[in-house]
């Protein structure tokens, strides 16, 4: 189906619109991840854990793994969004229009990934005002990439679920049943050698996996995989799970 | 071609069935009106024309496009205004204006000059600049109207366009409602469970019930069933010859009396009332108060249901909720 530039633009725009008139959402987003970086960090901070080397410091070693929840959650809800436009009646509006659904996913997704890198960006800003270093300035492109490549796979995710979803009923249920155990699972607060062997090979389906493992190579040069592995899983991972979304979505009905 | 064409048109949901076997056309530049309680199937219908339901058999087409396999087509002819508010309420009304136009693939100019034209139609120009979420409901339906309107369909549903609004604001909306027919070309349909409301604006009028059409034609034809006018006269004491006077008059259909209350039955009630007052006169009868009642839907739909619109609507009411109650059910 056809591609259509100016109806993905104004889906994009009106994102960024509601995100930048929601004060308490942008605070409520920024502050959960400093919140963690904050505690933990404070909390664990002599603490030795095996697999972070001294040199790292553990919360340095968290930094990339805190981004990696901020962009999970923010996408997540990101893709769960389409649930809110049904309960308000939006969502007919879009899909009465003459927009090849395509289209409508892709400006969803737009609009997703912008905001989830702007508070992706905006923890990773003021972690450094907090005395997170990173080894070279080349990191900073190379970690948007990722941060990108996680914002739409969980934008996908929740899209599957949006479009299984009649209400925001569930929401809580994905929550607590997937988003959480996504987060636990990942790494992003301690190394994945210390679980024990069968609950690392789980760890090895959760995308997130790959994700924080690639910014905690790019940003700190500490990581499990080769950067270009986790590139590459995240590359293939996210057009998936954008597949899978756009499927489902197509597939479901308005009203 | 016909603007809006249905062919035996049946929508299920699991055992229950929204819609029943209906058949219809509209023609281009029409206001047609499907009529029935809440629950009769017209919201349904309206769904599966504008591309959003699929139908479980049957067709659907609009100018000539299917409505199930040419939405993309049948999207680009049509406008419409849901029952529910679907305005994105973060946004202010004019954005609101501007997204639809730009979903709709107009260009930077012709967007502003359209957008400018429905805000004066419905008088918000002054408003546009506000969050939708401050609007009033009329404010937000008169938003709607508007918005189904800048990209120039060639058919616009109303779906309940007026429900939940106070008397000024409906008499406001029905208003642009006729005058918007009158001078685009536009083809409207629009559902309503308000008699007045489809007897006031539409040309013709579909009754459904149980997602079933009862009757149809212009709201005339549908009171002319009825018979006419209803005309009561009191009469003090005996009636003398005039009732077998009043019987060999051709213009009266029929002639009923309850104690002393005479009920005839008459088109055009109102310019015979003088006539049978001098008949009265004449044979001596003293009329004490006479009554004259025009047919509305209300009777008509009484009379094909057997029925009053506001029954039907309390017994769907209990079997909708009985549904939700088993919806719910299964889902747990």
């Known amino acids: 189906m056809i591609i259509q530039g100016a109806a993905i633009y104004v889906l994009w725009l009106r994102e960024l619109k509601r995100f930048s008139r929601a004060k308490s959402r942008v605070v ?46 923010s996408s997540t809800f990101g893709g769960l969004s389409v649930l809110w436009d049904k309960e308000f009646g939006f969502l007919k509006e879009i899909m009465v229009a003459p927009v090849s659904r395509v289209s409508i996913v892709l400006g969803r997704l ?16 003021l972690s450094f005002l907090m005395g997170f270093k990173i080894n070279t300035i080349v990191a900073l492109p190379l970690a948007l990439v990722f941060m990108a490549l996680i914002s739409i796979s969980f934008l996908g995710l929740g899209l599957i679920f949006a479009s299984k979803m009649k209400d925001m009923q569930g929401f809580n249920i994905v929550f607590n049943f997937v988003i959480f155990p996504l987060f636990f699972l990942s790494g992003a607060l301690y190394p994945l050698d210390n679980f024990p062997v069968w609950l690392r090979y789980i760890s090895y389906i959760d995308p997130l996996t790959y994700g924080v493992d690639g910014l905690r190579a790019v940003l700190i040069g500490v990581s499990s995989f080769s950067v270009l592995f986790d590139l590459v899983m995240m590359i293939g991972i996210s057009l998936m799970m954008i597949f899978w979304g756009a499927y489902f979505f197509e597939k479901s009905k308005a009203v | ?11 299920k949901f699991n055992s229950f069935t ?10 281009a530049g029409e206001l047609f009106g499907l009529l ?7 919201t349904t219908t309206i769904n599966i024309l504008s591309t959003l339901l699929d139908a479980t058999s049957g067709h659907g087409s609009i100018f000539g496009f299917d409505v199930s396999h040419d939405k993309h087509d049948v999207r680009k002819n049509i406008g419409v ?73 060639n058919v616009l549903f109303l779906d309940e366009p ?27 349909i629009l559902t309503s469970h308000y008699m007045e409301e489809a007897d006031y604006l539409c040309e013709r009028i579909a009754i459904m019930d149980n997602g079933k059409f009862v009757a149809s034609g212009s709201p005339e034809q549908l009171k002319d069933v009825l018979g006419g006018d209803v005309v009561s006269l009191e009469l003090e004491g005996n009636d003398g010859n005039l009732v077998a006077h009043l019987n060999s008059l051709d213009w009266i259909e029929t002639l009923t009396k309850h104690g002393g209350v005479l009920s005839l039955t008459m088109e055009r009630g109102e310019r015979r009332i003088p006539e049978l007052i001098t008949a009265a006169h004449n044979h001596d009868v003293k009329v004490t108060c006479v009554h004259l009642r025009k047919p509305s839907l209300e009777d008509v739909f009484l009379h094909y249901t057997g029925r009053t619109i506001r029954d ?21």
């Open chain 2, 36 to 42: 029935g309680p809440n629950g009769a199937g017209k």
């Open chain 1, 28 to 73: 409520g987003a920024l502050a959960m991840p400093l919140f963690f970086l904050a505690f933990l960090g404070l909390g664990f901070r002599k603490m030795m854990i095996p697999g972070v080397s001294e040199g790292v410091g553990y919360v340095s070693f968290l930094v990339p793994g805190i981004l990696g929840m901020s962009l999970l959650f």
């Open chain 2, 312 to 332: 039907q609507e309390a017994s769907q009411s209990e079997r909708n909720r009985a549904m939700m109650r088993g919806r719910m059910g299964k889902r747990r």
């Open chain 2, 81 to 153: 205004v849901f029952q529910e508010v679907a305005l994105d309420v973060k946004l202010t009304g004019k954005e609101n204006l501007e997204f639809h136009a730009m979903m709709y693939g107009m260009g930077k100019n012709e967007r502003r000059d359209k957008v400018k034209e429905v805000l004066e139609l419905v008088e918000l120009t002054e408003k546009a600049g506000m969050l939708v979420e401050t609007y009033s409901g009329g404010m937000k339906r008169r938003l709607e109207i508007a918005r189904g309107l800048v990209h120039k369909p």
């Open chain 2, 1 to 11: 071609m016909h603007a809006i064409e249905v062919d035996r048109l049946i929508k």
């Open chain 2, 162 to 188: 007026t429900l939940g609004l106070d008397a000024q604001t409906r008499r406001h909306i029905w208003d642009y409602i006729k005058k918007l027919n009158r001078e685009s070309e536009v083809t409207i």
């Open chain 2, 18 to 27: 929204a819609v029943d076997d209906i058949s219809f056309t509209v023609e």
């Open chain 1, 110 to 125: 737009a609009g997703g990934v912008t905001t989830a890198l702007v508070q992706g960006i905006s923890i990773l800003g």
